[in-house]
């Protein structure tokens, strides 16, 4: 009864969506009988009309049914690649994209407080109506940590640096700051962010409630950086917390996940600013085996990528430049048209393969080609055929030569240095794993990624380049992947990725189900050997319920998920900072 009554409620909104757009565009059709008559002129008689109408309205209403008894899942509204609407939405209603394009929500709560006491004042209202005001950043994790139907509140106005200590080397800034904004402004202080992750447009609390990284076996996670939190909770107002004052709460809050409290303050512990060298070559695994521990001992920044279906690894290097020798003197042998030229070249034969498939490559001219960056080609490139394991293997290749071209070495403050472009809409799953000590490597890290590499070739995925793998020092979050009581220990960061280079909803399922296949695999042939565990802004929830039971027995094992539980019950006891994720992830004893 409930179903025939809203499919009959949606089908008037579908009318009064079709109504709407006529008005709107003369040129898409009113709905007219006519229009399904066999003779050219209008029915002879109102029982000839009554036929018509009915014909109509039965085959509105087999469509309706359809689309009802269709076995999407609950969320597939909030997919980007979707197929269908409802209603038109009402003015009120914000839409909120990821950064990957892989989640978006639609949600009529979307607050930004301006100061701290206008977001005391939404975190006390919310709680005790009861309403979600899920935080969320800048939107940068892949999974949609953040993101909720239910309301969110973003602190993006909230983004001033509140004081700088210059000779400890710490800042206190408002939690909505994005890391390129703190790093412009504490520059003038002579000091900067120990590490940076790949994007600069994170908001500071996003990227330690997830336990973001970047890389360099002698440094920790981002979250290890934070000395001290003033977190606004729903059930105990603002509290300020430390290692000094509450070491269990500080723990277990500074990659707290959002679940904890609403981040409004961070004090940082920052480092003197420094210019880097950054030194990127072309190797294979066979001298990556060889000289794989020293370059993590000898270097404060280092990372491969990997080329599926070849034996390229790009091996990136950074270092303080010495003020002895200065800058290096080695000029690069190829300019920036060199490297670029093989992709150029591999772009037009493929749009003359692909001619008439092509949807989302755009034109062949040349002036059109010339201004294209390398991540976009390969995105023109991939939306060609993104299935299509022999082509991928070429874009694959031309990569590992343009980045052959690209050898050399280049200077720059670490914040213009350690980003990397890391390309368009894209699916990724990045793991974490322990990989012995900085004084002795266990060379896991390299089986991990051989072990990969192998299974992507027996299985013929479709794998795009680049495979990236970097490495941390452990965190005392206990909540970080990276987590380790032993100073010595080093992780190993390691991810896949899936790009989502065209708009088209059929091919980005595709490419979205394939990737998962391609997830599953990784997961059942590595993670458990390994001791693997996914980064927090990027595991996805199994909509099956026997591998959401395991996932959250495997969670339990290696985090303190009844002390989370416990610390969100006392913060948080109505669930407002929640959303789904959180709730399947880490079930309260009374739901489980």
Same mark, same amino acid.
């Given at each position: 009864m409930l179903r025939s009554f809203t499919s009959k409620r949606s089908?008037?909104?579908?009318?009064?969506?079709?109504?709407?757009?006529?008005?709107q565009n003369p040129q898409f059709p009113i709905f007219n009988p006519r229009l399904f008559s066999s003779s050219p002129g209008p029915p002879s008689s109102d029982a000839e009309l009554r036929k018509y109408i009915g014909y109509t309205l039965l085959v509105l209403g087999s469509a309706a049914a359809t689309y009802y008894s269709f076995p999407f899942s609950e969320?597939?509204?909030?997919?980007?690649?979707?197929? =269908?609407?409802?209603? &038109?939405l009402p003015d009120d209603l914000h839409t909120v994209t990821n950064w990957s394009g892989t989640h978006e929500v639609r949600t009529r709560t979307f607050l930004q407080p301006e100061s701290i006491e206008e977001l005391e004042g939404i975190v006390k209202e919310a709680n005790v109506r009861k309403h979600k005001i899920r935080p969320v950043g800048s939107g940068l994790s892949p999974n949609g940590i953040g993101l909720t139907r239910a309301g969110m509140v973003n602190l993006a106005l909230m983004d001033k640096v509140l004081s700088v200590d210059k000779e400890k080397k710490r800042v206190t800034v408002q939690a909505g700051i994005r890391v390129q904004q703190l790093v412009d402004e504490i520059k003038e202080f002579g000091i900067t962010l120990q590490n940076f992750a790949s994007i600069r447009e994170q908001q500071?609390?996003?990227i330690v409630q997830v336990g973001a990284h970047g890389t360099g076996a002698r440094l920790p996670p981002i979250d290890e950086q934070v000395i001290s939190m003033k977190l606004v909770t729903p059930a105990k107002g603002t509290i300020e917390i430390s290692?000094?004052?509450?070491?269990?709460? =500080?723990?277990?809050?500074?990659?707290?996940?959002?679940?904890?409290?609403?981040?409004? *303050?961070?004090?940082?512990?920052?480092?003197?600013?420094?210019?880097?060298v950054e030194h990127t070559f072309l190797s294979n695994m066979k001298d990556i085996k060889k000289n794989h521990k020293k370059f993590l001992s000898e270097n404060k920044h280092v990372k491969y990528l990997y080329f599926p279906y070849t034996d390229a690894v790009v091996v990136v290097t950074c270092n303080p430049m010495s003020k002895r020798k200065g800058p290096p003197k080695n000029k690069p042998k190829y300019t920036t048209e060199e490297a670029l030229q093989h992709v150029r070249d591999l772009y037009l034969e493929s749009l003359t393969n692909y001619r008439g498939q092509v949807t989302d490559s755009g034109s062949p001219d040349e002036p059109e080609i010339v201004e294209l960056s390398f991540? *976009?080609?390969?995105?023109?490139?991939?939306?060609?055929? &993104?299935?299509?394991?022999?082509?991928?293997?070429?874009?694959?290749?031309?990569?590992? *030569?343009?980045?052959?071209?690209?050898?050399?070495?280049?200077?720059?403050?670490?914040d213009e240095i350690l980003g990397f472009d890391c390309g368009g809409h894209q699916w990724v799953s990045e793991t974490c794993f322990p990989a012995g000590t900085l004084s002795k490597p266990s060379m896991k890290d390299l089986e991990y990624? *051989?072990?990969?590499?192998?299974?992507?070739?027996?299985?013929?995925?479709?794998?795009?380049?680049?495979?990236?793998?970097?490495?941390?020092?452990?965190?005392?979050?206990?909540?970080?992947p990276a987590y380790s009581s032993a100073d010595d220990d080093i992780f190993s960061w390691v991810g896949i990725i899936m790009y989502l280079p065209t708009m088209d909803a059929r091919q980005r399922r595709q490419i979205t189900e394939e990737f998962f296949h391609y997830r599953h695999m990784t997961q059942a042939q590595l993670w458990d050997h390994y001791s693997a565990f996914e980064h927090w802004a990027k595991i996805e929830v199994p909509k099956d319920k026997e591998e959401l039971a395991a996932l959250q027995a495997r969670l339990k094992k290696k985090f303190p998920v009844d002390a989370y539980n416990q610390a969100r019950k006392e913060l948080d006891p109505n669930r407002i900072l929640s959303n789904n994720m959180l709730e399947k992830l880490f079930p309260s004893s009374e739901a489980v």
């Open positions: 089908l008037q909104s579908l009318l009064h969506h079709h109504h709407r757009r006529c008005r969320n597939a509204r909030d997919k980007k690649a979707q197929l =269908f609407r409802y209603a &038109p500071i609390g996003g290692k000094e004052k509450d070491p269990e709460l =500080f723990y277990l809050a500074r990659c707290g996940l959002g679940g904890l409290g609403v981040v409004a *303050e961070v004090t940082l512990q920052c480092v003197e600013r420094q210019e880097l991540t *976009e080609l390969r995105d023109k490139l991939l939306a060609m055929d &993104p299935l299509n394991k022999e082509h991928v293997i070429k874009v694959n290749k031309a990569e590992a *030569e343009y980045w052959r071209k690209s050898e050399g070495y280049r200077v720059g403050w670490s990624i *051989e072990e990969l590499m192998q299974l992507i070739e027996k299985e013929s995925v479709p794998a795009p380049a680049p495979i990236e793998q970097r490495w941390t020092a452990s965190s005392k979050s206990r909540m970080s």
